[in-house]
């Protein structure tokens, strides 16, 4: 077994006296796809940001692997956060310039990441002439065009249709089945969660008041990859989501 790319050990947080986060331990494996799920104004959020390095945590550690801590992240969130302003290429290649990648080689990254999100030919659109769908690979486009060894993504396909939504993740998977990077995704949908990750964690409240949350259910659904929309008719599949739903219904 390879160490985990990330470990979060006893994790707690409190904003001013509110008490959100209660420790929370949990293992990211390299190279995995791990889903967070829970109801709304739990606590999600704030964890994604614990483990992206933006928010410490009150107390509690993060450990990651020596050739990760280093790395820079990519982040998506549930508004696509585009800068007007730019095109498509210009807001892909904002991560490129931050690093001081230029010329040639940030050209190359930006035109790849266009192509893989499925965006060929909208390099010099701006984002409002996109619809929602494609603003979001905008988005992801950027969040990965830098090639992060860690993708956090916090609800970024809220704002979609079903079928938008649908789309997305699949292009998600593809994206993650061809670059080496280890994932970690906030959604509220419960088959979303199934279908995309490996694992599923199902973040619930302490009795009474609800507060502070902590993982209460890891779900590991061993469904075979690579994917498509047909595993959803499965037995299996469906038994996955049912596992999921009565955890977050025995954690409120
Ligand atoms: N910067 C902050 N200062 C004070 N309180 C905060 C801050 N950020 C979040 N909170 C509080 O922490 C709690 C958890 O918020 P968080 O955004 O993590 O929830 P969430 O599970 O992501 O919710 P949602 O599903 O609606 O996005 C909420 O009660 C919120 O009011
Ligand atoms: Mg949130």
Redesign the pocket.
Known sequence: MSSPFLTAVNISHT??D?P?LANISLEIPSGGFVALV????????????ILAGLLRPSSGEIHMTDDSRQEPIGLVF?RDNLMPWRTVAENVRLPLELMRVNGRKADGRVQKMINLVGLAGFENSYPAQLSGGMAQRVALARALVHEPLFLLL??PFGALDALTRERMGLELLRIWEAMPVTVFM?T?SISEAVFLADEVLV?GGSPGTG?PATITHRIVTGLPRPRDLAIERTAVFQDCVTAVRAAIESSV
């Open positions: 904003f001013q509110l959100v829970g109801p709304s104004g739990i606590g999600k959020s704030t964890l994604l940001r549930q916090d609800e906030v509220h973040m507060r």
